[in-house]
């Protein structure tokens, strides 16, 4: 998957792409601007820093039963945000997502739309269902997919687990005009 240029609703422009072995120092550096709170909120306890074996799993992905976009800042080249999923052993029509974005880029669209390109992603190689295990005050997170028409699948001490059910419909590319919208993900609650 080659990068595409995207411009978010502030007029921000990104390129997404598939993340790569070589994005190690970008995903360090990105996981370096992220505070307490936001590394809290991603892995749902306290994360001071991600070891060799930890970078090598976020960045040696396969692309079918481990996806992951990387957004980089066109300005500078620093990676902003990434979205992934890893499918479910189990049951491989489902899948687990994960998106973070540094802190001084949230509140852009950046996330709403790594998850509307990784949603494409994962339909391409037959993934019909995310869910997302999320920390139960994570506001952002909750909001994004709710916008993506996710449903509370379940609550543990903490952490909330949704379901989105992912659309065979064309992808369409997300804009503050037309949002995520329905067009995109689906869910029958």
Not at 1 to 24: C, F, H, N, T, Y
Not at 66 to 77: I, M
Not at 90 to 96: G, I, M, N, R, V
């Amino acid at each position: 998957m080659e990068g595409r240029p995207v411009a978010l609703r502030d007029g921000s422009k990104v390129l997404i792409r598939q993340v790569q072995r070589a994005d190690a120092p970008l995903l360090a550096d990105g996981f370096a601007r992220l505070s307490d709170k936001s590394r809290r909120m991603r892995f749902l306890a306290r994360k001071d820093q991600l070891s060799a074996a930890e970078l090598r799993y976020l960045t040696d992905v396969d692309h079918h039963d481990h996806e992951a976009l990387g957004a980089v800042d066109q300005a500078d080249g620093r990676g902003v945000g990434v979205a992934r999923y890893v499918r479910d052993a189990e049951d491989p029509h489902a899948a687990e997502i994960a998106v973070t974005v540094v802190d001084d880029w949230q509140g852009r669209g950046l996330g709403t739309e790594l998850l509307a390109r990784l949603s494409a992603r994962a339909r391409s190689e037959g993934i019909h269902r995310f869910t997302a295990l999320v920390a139960e005050d994570n506001v952002a997170m909750a909001g994004l997919l709710r916008n993506m028409h996710a449903c509370l699948a379940g609550r543990s001490p903490g952490t909330v687990e949704y379901e989105i059910t992912l659309t065979t419909l064309v992808e369409s590319t997300a804009t503050p005009a037309a949002g995520p919208g329905p067009d995109r993900v689906r869910t029958p609650c």
